[in-house]
């Protein structure tokens, strides 16, 4: 991509600019997923220390096949019927996967299969 069209994308555009450490993900039965290395960069820095990773470059690899492997683990569910930022107005349908072993959810925008974030959360008895 040309330097010129680079520096006009949003930031948020940037975060999905193709790298060659970006990954896909086939789920029986649902939309192809990507998790891209910009995007995972960005995120790394808030989600690496869940991981016991820091926030470096090799470390984003790392996090960015965690995320890939999550679907090939025994104890996972993926729905595609989801939202993510309910009730705001950056609201949209999302993909969610999750591995209910390490309690962590995936979350990729539907409309485009990106990946968007990670969250951890706690199931309750």
């Not at 649902?30 to 820095?45: A, I, N, T």
């Not at 683990?73 to 019927?81: A, E, G, L, Q, S």
Request: one cysteine or more.
């Amino acid at each position: 991509m040309p330097h010129q069209e680079f520096v006009g994308l949003t930031k948020e555009e940037r975060r999905q600019v193709p790298h060659h450490h970006d990954k896909i993900i086939h789920v029986e039965g649902h939309s192809r997923l990507r998790v891209g290395f910009w995007q995972s960069d960005f995120k790394v820095k808030d989600h690496a220390e869940v991981h016991g990773l820091e926030c470096t470059k090799e470390n984003t690899i790392k996090f960015i096949q965690f995320i890939a492997d999550m679907p090939n683990r025994p104890n996972f569910k993926c729905f595609d019927i989801g939202n993510f930022q309910v009730l705001t107005e950056r609201g949209y349908p999302a993909v969610h996967i999750y591995d209910l072993d390490k309690q962590v959810i995936a979350v990729f925008k539907k409309e485009t299969g990106n990946f968007i974030t990670r969250e951890s959360y706690l199931v309750m008895e």
